[in-house]
Each structure stands twice: as C-alpha cells, then as structure tokens.
C-alpha cells in the first residue's frame, strides 16, 4: 500500500510553506473563520489554481450566490471562467412574504433536498476538486448533532469514493452543539481576525491538524490585498543555516573602525543605542554608504521618517558619488522602504526583510526598533520575535544594524521602557550627550563586542555638512556615561577623522 501523500498547491502564495506541500490530493479539509477572514477569498484561489492547471473544480455555496461570488472575484480583477457553480441559496420568494408552511422539521425536507442537489451536481460534473461553501448553513438544516455528525460523514465518504479533494467553509456563525466538526475531517485550518486599538485588522491563521502529514505549528500572519490572500509563514531560523565567507565591514571613519579593530563582521547583529538625534541612525547609514560603494547591497526599513527626509540627511556621507544616496536607489544597491507600523504586521515585515535578503542584501538596517516595537500586537513577544529574526539574517551572512531610542535627551537612562534587546545583539554601540564650555557634544563607545576586540574609551562624536568626525579618547573627562560629566582637562583643538581619507575639521 503506497502511503506517500501526493500534495495539491492550494494556490495562495505563503500557504503551502505552512501546510509542507499544499493540501493532500483526496483529502478532506476545513476553512474556519469569522464573516470578513478571507475563507471564500482562500477557497476562490484554489478553485482558479486548480482549473488553471487543468483540474475540474465545482464550487457549491448553500451561503453566497452566484452574483456574490463574481463581485467578490471583480474586487480582486480575476476572472472565474472555468470554474463550475452550483447555487444552492434560497430564491427570495420567502423574503418577499411567501413562506413556506410546513409542519416537518427542514432535517426532513430541506436538508434531504439539499444533500440530493449536492450529490447530483457532483455525479454531473465529475470535479477533481470540491469547495463547499455552507457548513453552517447545514449545521441549521439538521436540527441536532447527531443528523449534523452523520451529514458530514456521509460528505466525506461521497467525496473519498469519487477521490475528490474537498474543502468545506464555515463561518462559526451557529453553535456546534456537542459535534466538533474538526474531529471529522482530515485537516483543520482557522483564520482569525482582530482589531487593534489603532490601525488596520490584524489576521493570522494556524493549522490544528493534518492526518498524515506534517505542518508548520503555530500563527502566521495572513493578509487580504488587490489579488487574494497572502499568508506570511512564521520565521523558523533553525531551518536556515548557510556558508558563509566571512568578511569585515568597515565604516569608511578611520578613528571608528580603530574602535572596532577593523570594523563589523558580517553574520553578525549591532546595536546603536543612544537619546534622540545624537546620529545613531547616521552612523548606520555611514556603514551602509560604505557598504555600497564597495558593491555590496542594504537594505533600510525606517519606521520613523521618510524617504525624502532620509536622503537629504545622507547627501553628506556620499562625497564621491554623483547623485548621493539616489543613484544608490536608482542603481539597484539600496532598497528603502518607510514602514508604517499602523498598517503592517509583524509577519508582513518579516517576509519584506526575507525577499531584501534573498535579492542579495548584505547590510540591513532597521531604524528603529522603537517603531518596530508599535508595530508588534502583544509587546512581550517582542524579544522571541527579534532572536529569531536576527538568528535568520546572522546565518545567512547579513549584518544587521539595530537602532534604539533611549528614553531621556541626555541622561539617556534604560535601554528601553519595555524590551531590553542589547543582549541579542553582538555588538553594541552606545551614543551619549555631554556639556563642555557651555556646549553640547556628543561621545560615542563600544560596549561590547562578541566577534573580536575593541576599544573602551569614549571618543567626541561630530556630524556636521562635511560628513562625520571621531576625535581621540576623551583623557580630561570622568562621569560622561552618567550624563552629568566632570570636565577636569583643559580645552583642545583636536583633529577628527572624517569618511573621506585626507579629510579633517
């Protein structure tokens, strides 16, 4: 006996990653889901999938009509040419006030009627494929459990017999009484909708059971865009380990990259840490132009600014590259996309930063995670969420550069109110105020650094039109990381290193 499962795709992108394969050929599955999850939207794509690859399909629906089913396909531009109808709702006679008068149960007529139809449209048309749409609505005609429980039986075995893969909707609008529907069929799918306190509705979906196979446990989170549902498999690192050649990334700021002893390794997770504008997000970007101008490809996803915003403030860093960072853009090294945390999930994010690195991205900024951490649903998931992200972009080779907002302009105290993420990460820059003669100046450190050595001191930090500056070890001062440093040195003109080699200010 060949116990090996032939798989059928089940045509929305993301969802044979979650299933390992697609639905079994001959198998019986149920779709479950609140009114607006997607369920006729995830039915309709596989239905079109299957007549596509040369497949009959029929489509019974006991819930929407016919004219339903074509405006919800006109709202995705698809055309259902092909795909067989059985309409099974009721004519609008009894709503026009005609009602039937009957003194048996609908479990003696009408559901004995309907199973007829349903049966006879099958023997007509002879499909490969079956999607029933009105599980609740029989759940009504049956009256209680027992009809309800040996109805389904009998769909499935009809279905078993004419090796038809059958794909059965609910909308969980009824009670289910004492039969669980999930314990009939051979696998069960749940799409679940929520509303946030802000911002658009949040969908995720997750498999209970396949018999005779594997699935992927667990949420994913699913969208309903111009062209069907697209499901964003959960991120599992542990199934992506690659060779890689390791290599250096320098910054291009000969005084940083002596901090770092050469630089930042690729594989690897930084962390810019520091209170609002003292350049965290340009010196990130100082290793990304740096990166590009070598040949590598970055990525940046920014959840606090825009695009325009974020070229202008860059222009200063590409000295020898005409047209700044927008030959970048043009030329294919750097992909920028603003990200609105209101609008896209967590999942969603996560499958834009897999496509940046399978296109070849080396370098990835996320800036910040501040706005990364509002786009996340339920905040103490936030830290499980990131190992696996950063774990997924270390083996495959990407450095990834992390910018976090401290709370508090100069004092910069806690890493962050709600998630401390520094110990993810493996290398740790930390940016500081400080006041000397009545001014404010910037230091910045390395906190630590797991891929090799690197310096302890603090160096002054200057950006300015000219690009970025580090001076030497700040020798005259002590308190500086507190916020509240004690000046014990005189003042010095000292010489700063700039991006570009001979440059100093």
Request: hydrophobic share 40%; glycine share 10%.
């Amino acid at each position: 006996m060949d116990t090996t499962a032939e798989f059928v795709p089940t045509g929305v992108a993301g969802l044979d990653d979650v299933l390992l394969g697609g639905y079994q050929r001959g198998g019986f599955y149920l779709i479950q889901g609140d009114p607006g999850s997607g369920k006729t939207t995830v039915a309709l794509q596989y239905a079109r999938s299957r007549v596509a690859a040369g497949e009959p399909c029929l489509y019974i629906t006991l819930t929407e009509s016919n004219r339903d089913l074509l405006n919800a396909a006109r709202s995705h531009d698809w055309s259902l040419d092909g795909i067989e109808f059985c309409d099974l709702t009721k004519s609008a006679a009894n709503l026009a006030g005609e009602p039937e008068s009957s003194i048996f149960h609908p479990s003696e007529t009408e559901l004995g009627e309907t199973t007829q139809a349903i049966f006879a449209a099958v023997d007509r048309s002879r499909p490969q494929h079956v999607v029933f749409d009105g599980l609740s609505e029989m759940r009504l005609l049956s009256g209680n459990p027992l009809i309800y429980r040996r109805q389904l039986l009998a769909l499935k075995e009809y279905f078993a017999q004419r090796q038809a893969t059958g794909l059965l909707l609910d909308d969980r609008s009824s009670a289910f009484g004492d039969v669980q529907p999930e314990s009939l069929v051979g696998g069960n799918i749940v799409l679940e909708r929520t509303l946030p306190q802000y911002g658009r509705a949040r969908r995720r979906l997750y498999v209970t059971k396949v018999r005779g196979s594997y699935f992927r446990e667990g949420y994913h989170d699913y969208e309903i865009l111009q062209g069907g549902v697209v499901v964003y498999p959960r991120l599992v690192a542990a199934e992506h380990h690659d060779k890689f050649r390791h290599k250096v990334f320098s910054s291009g700021v000969a005084n940083l990259d002596a901090m770092l002893a050469g630089g930042l390794n690729n594989g690897s997770t930084a962390l810019l840490l520091g209170p609002a504008g003292v350049g965290k997000s340009t010196i990130a970007m100082q290793f990304a132009v740096t990166a590009m101008k070598a040949g590598h490809k970055a990525a940046v996803y920014m959840f606090d600014e825009i695009l325009p915003t974020l070229i202008e403030r860059v222009e200063k860093l590409c000295f020898s590259k005409d047209g700044g960072l927008q030959a970048f853009l043009d030329e294919g090294l750097l992909h920028a996309q603003q990200v609105d945390p209101a609008e896209m999930s967590p999942g969603a994010f996560t499958y834009e930063v897999r496509r940046a690195v399978e296109a070849g991205a080396q370098l990835i900024i996320i800036d910040s995670l501040n706005g990364y951490l509002n786009a996340m649903p339920e905040e103490r998931y936030l830290t499980t969420h990131l190992h696996e992200l950063f774990s997924y972009l270390n083996q495959k080779g990407v450095l990834t550069l992390m910018v976090v907002a401290q709370h508090g302009m100069l004092a910069g105290a806690g890493s962050l109110a709600d998630a401390d993420v520094s110990y993810l990460a493996d290398t740790v820059l930390m940016l500081r105020y400080f006041e000397a003669d009545a001014e404010i100046r910037q230091a910045i450190s390395i906190f630590k650094k797991r891929t090799g050595a690197h310096e302890r001191t603090l160096r002054e930090l200057k950006i300015s039109s000219t690009g970025i500056g580090i001076g030497e070890p700040l020798r005259g001062f002590r308190g500086i990381m507190t916020g509240v440093p004690q000046y014990q040195g005189s003042v010095k003109v000292i010489p700063y290193s700039s991006g570009e080699p001979g440059h100093e200010s």
